[in-house]
């Protein structure tokens, strides 16, 4: 008698390869989703640059305290004139951008808010910070 040579797989090692590629589908799928949110998300930290220039301008210009500087109105509507953003304010000391209602589920809205620390009256603005009042998007790890 002659002895086949076998080719091919059997139905076992098929399954055994689809069943770890389902695994791996299932962790690769929520990592990806975060990023994708975080990276959409980046639009709406972006719109926080041009109010923070505007206000260390208004610092550096001799205004001296915090609470004399606004933001001109130009200033605030095309930084919020991303797709994902849906207002940017200036509340002294703090920088608000709320994102479009489209993270998370698909409806939530999240605020980025970035406060100006300025420890002494040199007209410059220390810091910027993302801790000392964290917006929602801190707690949902998207900014």
């Known amino acids: 008698m002659k002895k086949q040579?076998?080719?091919?797989f059997t139905l076992i090692e098929l399954m055994i390869v689809i069943a770890i590629i389902g695994i791996l589908a299932a962790i690769a799928l929520p990592a990806y989703q975060s990023y994708t949110q975080k990276a959409r998300f980046s639009e709406?930290?972006?719109a926080a640059s041009p109010v923070k220039q505007?206000?260390?301008v208004c610092m550096q210009t001799g205004k001296g305290d915090l609470s004399d500087c606004t933001v001109p109105a130009g200033v605030l509507a095309d930084a919020a004139a991303g797709s994902e953003v849906a207002s940017v304010a200036w509340v002294t000391p703090e920088i608000r951008v709320t994102s479009a209602g489209t993270f998370g589920n698909g409806t939530e809205a999240f605020t980025y808010v970035l406060t100006?620390?300025?420890g002494n009256t040199d007209g410059i603005i220390d810091s910027w910070s993302e801790e000392t009042?964290?917006?929602t998007?801190?707690?949902k790890g998207i900014c």
Do not use: E, M, R, Y
């Open 5 to 8: 040579n076998q080719k091919g």
């Open 54 to 56: 505007a206000v260390d």
């Open 44 to 46: 709406v930290v972006a």
């Open 133 to 135: 009042t964290p917006g």
């Open 137 to 139: 998007c801190v707690a």
């Open 116 to 118: 100006a620390l300025d």
